[in-house]
């Protein structure tokens, strides 16, 4: 049987410069998530945009574990020249939930063109492939990839 799993996504901060936090809790179905890894592939809408040099930076700086997927990435184009991308993220374990992952992304706005109205713009991002590892010892090793409904 399956058991519940809930996945939040939020955006943190004001302006052009923004954090995405993924968070990840497992129901009661794995038993032993201290031999498991999340990969979370998050797909990027193209009105943001991730810098692969801030992510190597982070990276080196053991804040996040994240690759860009997609090749020809342009970081200069607005959003009406841009193409989604994709970025791997390793998940880290919650130290406060023992059923929980979290990893974090820092997002920027891609520029857009001029509104005549308001001057909002509303950016949907989607929820990730999540895809777990887990060492069960004695060569025992399971994988499991939740789908999207």
Known sequence: TCSE?????EVLKDGFHRDLLIKV??????????????????????GLLVDPYELASLQESNITEAVMVSEDFNIEAPNY???????????????QCIDCFQ????VH????????KDGETFIVVNNPDLLMYCDQGEG????LRVEKY
């Open 103 to 106: 990893a974090f992304l820092p």
């Open 5 to 9: 799993i809930i996945l939040r996504q």
């Open 25 to 46: 809790k497992f129901g009661e179905s794995i038993e032993d998530l201290q031999t498991c890894r999340l990969l979370i592939k998050q797909y990027i809408p193209t």
């Open 109 to 116: 706005y891609r520029y857009h063109r001029p509104h005549s």
């Open 140 to 143: 025992c090793k399971s994988f």
């Open 81 to 95: 020249l841009s193409k989604e991308s994709e970025v791997l993220i390793y998940a880290r374990q919650d130290s």
